[in-house]
T-cell receptor, first 117, second 113 residues
């Protein structure tokens, strides 16, 4: 089946530093990738949608200058949390849309735990 | 605003029983309704999905029932097993929004031995 790889799975960074999370679609071309944030025992909240080669579309309330998203190729999207603070600690999950067939199947990565100390 | 409402929040079912999770939506533009299973600390995994032109879809022990007029859909897990214990999310998406998923709040399922 389709696989979406996310790296790193866990990262600890100091407050004020930046951290980058990568999301790769391993066996399909992902024209669209999505980034979610999930707090413990809560649902996934969409942060932004990125299309290959264009700027990401951010959901209301998500700071685009803080959460930098780059979708440079059909298989790679990155999320950079800039000037991270403890309140940014969360589970970040990417997903990728398989553009083949009906084009609406979305696969998720394994998620990245970010802890800001 | 929660575009997809999911219930119950938690569910306990005995092994071999049927687990039923319900979802409702308002936006008739939604045209794709997947269910995801998530284990603690892992990303969601696609279980089964349905389009609004179909009233039921079955894959193994998992069945989606879809009622377009009522704008409701449900997941039935037959012969529930302890390994099914996880959080289940229903979702809805539409082509005009690039198929971005709108998730329900999730149902924590516990299947007891």
């Amino acid at each position: 089946g389709a696989v979406v790889s996310q790296h790193p799975s866990r990262v600890i960074c100091k407050s004020g530093t930046s951290v980058k999370i990568e999301c790769r679609s391993l066996d399909f071309q992902a024209t669209t990738m999505f980034w979610y944030r999930q707090f413990p025992k809560q649902s996934l909240m969409l942060m932004a949608t990125s299309n290959e080669g264009s700027k990401a579309t951010y959901e209301q309330g998500v700071e685009k200058d803080k959460f930098l998203i780059n979708h440079a190729s059909l298989t790679l999207s990155t999320l950079t949390v800039t000037s991270a603070h403890p309140e940014d600690s969360s589970f970040y999950i990417c997903s990728a849309r398989d553009g083949q067939g009906s084009g609406n199947t979305i696969y998720f990565g394994e998620g990245s735990w970010l802890t800001v100390v | 605003q929660q575009q997809v409402k999911q219930s119950p929040q938690s569910l306990i079912v005995q092994k071999g029983g049927i687990s039923i999770i319900n979802c409702a939506y308002e936006n008739t533009a939604f045209d794709y309704f997947p269910w995801y299973q998530q284990f603690p600390g892992k990303g969601p995994a696609l279980l089964i999905a349905i389009r609004p032109d179909v009233s039921e879809k079955k894959e193994g022990r998992f069945t989606i029932s879809f009622n377009k007029s009522a704008k409701q859909f449900s997941l039935h897990i037959m012969d529930s097993q302890p390994g099914d214990s996880a959080t289940y999310f229903c979702a809805a998406s539409k082509k005009s929004a690039g198929y971005a998923l709108n998730f329900g709040k999730g149902t924590s399922l516990l299947v007891t031995p």
